[in-house]
């Protein structure tokens, strides 16, 4: 048995796999086994791509990596221990050829613990770099819902015509059995205003005529609205809507003048009612 003794050096561990790698692809390959300190981590075989298995065993505290090649199939081998921490020295000085092996193994475990320190900090710096971005995305998409909510709060017109305007045009009867929106939409149908209170005393509500032309002024509301209005009205809307429609969506925005709490829960039932319809094509 020849025994080669020397520091750890991963030239040395390469040099080795190579050879047997070699003598594999030549069709003559060497069987070979490798410890960790006492631990046999890879057992005898002749495959070199066994080989690199033995690094995940090896530890901060381990003190040396012991590969033995065998000749044939005998128990003849040459080891090659290749040290990672300095041996106890013997109550002996120890040699000038001992120290120079102490020296240089040193060298070559500081050596590893820094590409491995390298390693990690490679690593690290990779997934900071995609937490940041990841970071960057939901705050785009933040500020991109801050300004949805902001556009939907403060133009409630452009929103029903926009949003359920050209969805009730492609399909008027879609949302009959939906409650409150299928009431409006009942075609000649007409539309029980609700009761309200006010001050303690049950007043019924103006009729729908009456009540739209107090709604909407082209400049500023003054509660005088001329004849022409609701007819403007109409026409600003005809460039959205069939003609059949005109009248039903006017009667909408009627409702929602007079009962201002129902705008959110009207946008809210039509965003369902639409994504049901998609979701519906999809499924067809």
């Not at 290749?82 to 240089?104: F, V």
């Not at 509500?205 to 009540?211: G, I, N």
Request: glycine fraction near 6%; include cysteine; charged fraction near 30%.
């Amino acid at each position: 048995m020849a025994i080669i003794k020397e520091v750890y050096s991963s030239t040395r561990v390469n040099l080795i796999y190579q050879l047997l790698r070699n003598e594999a692809d030549n069709g003559t390959p060497k069987e070979y086994d490798v410890r960790v300190d006492e631990l046999k981590v890879v057992s005898r075989t002749s495959d070199p791509e066994r080989f690199h298995g033995h690094e995940e065993f090896v530890l901060p505290e381990t003190r040396s990596i012991i590969i033995n090649i065998y000749d044939g199939t005998s128990n003849r081998c040459n080891r090659y221990n290749l040290l990672l921490r300095e041996e106890d020295p013997s109550q002996q000085e120890l040699s000038g050829i001992e120290k120079s092996i102490n020296t240089k193994m040193l060298q070559e475990r500081k050596k590893w613990e820094f590409d491995k320190l390298k390693e990690d900090y490679d690593d690290l710096k990779e997934q900071l770099g995609e937490a940041e971005e990841y970071a960057e995305q939901l705050k785009g998409k933040i500020e991109q819902l801050e300004a949805e909510k902001s556009t939907k709060s403060n133009k409630i017109t452009e929103t029903i015509v926009g949003l359920a305007g050209m969805f009730l045009a492609s399909k008027p009867n879609a949302l009959s059995g939906i409650p409150l929106i299928g009431d409006l939409l009942g075609g000649n149908k007409t539309i029980p205003l609700p009761v309200e209170e006010t001050s303690g005393a049950t007043v019924q509500e103006e009729d729908s005529t009456a009540t739209f032309q107090k709604m909407v002024t082209p400049k500023a509301f003054t509660g005088d609205i001329t004849d022409g209005d609701e007819q403007s009205l109409k026409d600003a809307l005809s460039p959205f809507f069939k003609p059949e429609y005109i009248d039903r969506v006017v009667q909408i925005i009627q409702y929602l003048f007079m009962h201002n709490s129902f705008v959110d829960q009207t946008i809210t039932v039509m965003e369902h009612a639409i994504k049901q319809g998609d979701q519906t094509k999809k499924a067809a």
